[in-house]
C-alpha cells in the first residue's frame, strides 16, 4: 500500500501545480414535481485542481466529439468517484461528463480522467 499511496500523492502534487481550479459538481436527483413534470436535483460542489486538453482527432468516435475537452484530477483530491450524471465546472462554463476512465494501481485509483462536453 506503500507504492500506492506514494503514487496518489505524486498525482495530486503534480495535477496540483501543472493544473488550474476546476469544480466537479456531484448532481444528486431530487423529488419528483407531478405539477412541473420534473424532478429537482440537489447539487454538491468540490474544488479540485485539473489538467484540461482537448481530444485528438483518433479519439473522435461516436462516444467522443472533436470538440470535447479531456480532464486530468488526481483521485486522492476527491471523495467520490465522478459519475456521467455529474458536471464540471471550468471558467464558469458547466460541462458534462461523457466518459470517466480511471488509472490504477493495485486496484486503488491514481487519476480520473474525465472527457467534457460542454
Do not use: C, H, W
Not at 495530486?12 to 413534470?37: E, F, H, M, Q
Not at 485539473?50 to 481530444?55: A, D, E, L, T
Not at 465546472?89 to 487519476?111: F, L
Request: charge should be negative.
Amino acid at each position: 500500500m506503500a507504492l500506492v499511496d506514494s503514487l496518489r500523492k505524486a498525482a495530486s502534487n503534480a495535477i496540483g501545480k501543472l493544473g488550474g481550479d476546476v469544480t466537479v459538481r456531484y448532481v444528486t436527483a431530487g423529488t419528483y414535481n407531478t405539477t412541473t413534470g420534473a424532478s429537482a436535483e440537489t447539487t454538491t460542489d468540490v474544488d479540485v485542481a485539473g489538467i484540461v486538453g482537448g481530444v485528438t482527432k483518433s479519439e473522435v468516435n461516436d462516444l467522443i466529439q472533436a470538440e470535447d475537452k479531456r480532464l486530468k484530477v488526481a483521485a486522492s483530491d476527491l471523495d467520490t468517484v465522478p459519475t456521467t450524471k455529474d458536471r464540471v465546472v471550468i471558467d464558469s462554463v458547466v460541462y458534462q461528463i461523457i466518459s470517466i476512465n480511471t488509472s490504477e494501481q493495485a486496484n486503488e485509483p491514481v487519476t480520473f480522467e474525465l472527457i467534457l462536453r460542454s
